[in-house]
């Protein structure tokens, strides 16, 4: 049993647990469905629940088509659901497995674009650019357009936006597709 820290009462541990709860998912549905006449439904959820605690990591797996993407993104709040609850407690960087990134901007405007999205001032922006690009190696890629990286240094640039704010809850839809080794072990 846990105490308060204002009055060092006891408080239960479902309560302290809960404060601790950045996700937490019930009963989550989705169906994609087709414009088209004569084209089926496809049920990807039904009913999927998880809850996440600050400090655990926690892996969704199951096999191709499962709807583990289609989970995250809802988690991220990209996708909507059709049914089920979603409660967020702080915030959340989203690393895609396809990099949504506009293609005309270089490295450091995207972060710029990202930062300012996030709330972040100058200051905070730049010294999370220095500390990413350096830890990940593609510095000397700052000024290029996105469009023109290879697509390991695209993902480098989606994983960096999804880090630099510093996020409580940390969505990696299979972060390190086209990482070089070095990159790999960096991450």
């Known amino acids: 049993m846990n105490t308060n820290r204002s009055n060092g009462e ?8 809960a404060n601790d709860v950045v996700i937490r998912a019930k009963a989550v549905e989705k169906t ?13 959820l039904d009913g999927a629940s998880l809850h996440v605690e600050r400090g655990q990591i926690v892996g969704i797996m199951g096999e191709n088509g499962s ?18 609850n979603i409660q967020r407690a702080g915030s959340i960087g989203w690393c895609p497995q396809e990099p949504r990134l506009y293609e005309r901007l270089t490295v450091d405007e995207t972060f710029d674009l990202f930062g300012t999205a996030y709330g972040m001032s100058d200051t905070e922006i730049t010294d999370a650019r220095e500390w990413l690009t350096g830890v990940l190696d593609f510095e000397r890629f700052r000024d290029r357009q996105i469009r023109n990286l290879s697509g390991g240094n695209r ?6 936006v999804a880090l630099m704010h510093q996020p409580d809850l940390l969505l990696l839809d299979e ?5 070089d080794w070095e990159t790999f072990l960096a991450f």
């Not at 469905?33 to 990807?44: A, N, Y």
């Not at 972060?175 to 990482?179: I, R």
Request: proline share 6%.
């Open 175 to 179: 972060p390190y597709t086209g990482f």
């Open 67 to 84: 709807g583990k993407s289609t989970l995250m993104g809802i988690l991220a709040g990209i996708l909507d659901h059709d049914a089920g």
């Open 10 to 17: 006891p408080v239960e541990e479902t309560e302290s647990r």
């Open 155 to 160: 993902q480098k640039v989606n994983l960096s």
């Open 32 to 44: 994609y469905s087709s414009m088209l006449p004569f084209t089926r439904t496809v049920e990807v």
